[in-house]
């Protein structure tokens, strides 16, 4: 522990040290900034303490503290050159930045107090879950992305491109949400809608292309382009329902044509056969007629 002020409240502790008067190192190897490292007592201050205490915060990330070596000497050695080992691949980028920023050799690029530290790692904890959904979604549009453009084949589950790209979209949202300030969430939505748009216009969905379009900013290139294709689109496809339902018409005129005419000659057909049953009829009366009159006269002496 040193001084490093020379407030009131200091003068009856004359057994601390005080921090200008340091001119050896001192301090936990392991864990020196540089400037306890090299004993640079008018360089010791409150950005020191940033630095100790970025030093257990990269420990609980890494499970081990940010220097070792063979010996004494030699961490000392490292702590004053100011080398420190990378943080794991896995941790949380975010944290990973707080801490970077608190084992920085150059203390004007720490966070200026204790106080500020705290507020970063409290901002974390408080928007980690938010950094989660929107890390969740950004991978997933790349996957689908990819599957549209045919680089792969994804949609085991029974949903199509278009369904998870509403999901995708949905993700962002809550991210933001959750944390308005979030400085990727709103790219990656607007990313999102933009793709969901292009999709809807090859599909030949205008309605969805100028919905997803319509979200974008107003200051996006593509939004104009966007709404513009979509309502060209939309003409296209009245004027093909118009013509469609033009040629149904033709269709169903021409089918009810052929209908009364194949109607007309079946009434045709019958009366000619109730005419062709009539006279035939008749005829055989005649001839039963003329048979019996032969007969009589057959029998008259």
Not at 123 to 131: A, F, G, N
Not at 228 to 250: I, K, P, Y
Request: proline share 8%; glycine share 6%.
């Amino acid at each position: 522990a040193a001084v490093v002020d020379d407030r009131e409240q200091w003068k009856d502790q004359p057994g601390l040290p005080r921090a200008r008067e340091i001119s050896r190192p001192i301090g936990t190897p392991s864990y020196m900034s540089p400037e306890l490292a090299t004993g640079d007592g008018p360089n010791i201050g409150v950005h020191t303490d940033v630095y100790l205490l970025g030093g257990i915060l990269f420990e609980l990330l890494s499970g081990q503290p940010p220097r070792r070596g063979a010996d004494v000497m030699a961490i000392v050695k490292q702590a004053a050159e100011g080398v420190v080992p990378p943080p794991p691949a896995d941790a949380p980028d975010w944290l990973v930045s707080v801490v970077v920023r608190c084992l920085d050799r150059d203390p004007a690029r720490r966070p200026p107090t204790v106080i500020d530290l705290r507020d970063a790692v409290i901002h974390w904890l408080d928007t980690r879950e938010s950094r989660r959904i929107t890390a969740d979604a950004f991978r997933r549009l790349a996957r689908i992305r990819a599957e549209i453009a045919g680089l792969a084949v994804l949609g085991t589950d029974g949903e199509g491109p278009g369904e998870r790209l509403l999901e995708v979209i949905g993700a962002f949202s809550q991210a933001q949400r959750l944390w308005p300030d979030h400085p990727t969430a709103a790219e990656g939505e607007q990313d999102a809608r933009r793709l969901s748009a292009e999709r809807a216009l090859s599909r030949g969905e205008p309605g969805l292309a100028e919905a997803q379009a319509l979200y974008l900013p107003a200051d996006d290139p593509d939004r104009d382009a966007l709404i513009a294709a979509a309502e060209a689109l939309r003409r296209d496809v009245d004027r093909t329902r118009r013509q469609t339902r033009s040629l149904r018409r033709g269709f169903v005129v021409v089918a009810a044509l052929l209908l009364l005419t194949a109607v007309v000659g079946i009434v045709l057909i019958e009366l000619e056969r109730i005419e062709a049953k009539r006279a035939a009829d008749a005829a055989a009366e005649l001839l039963d007629d003329a048979l019996r009159r032969l007969d009589e006269q057959s029998q008259t002496p």
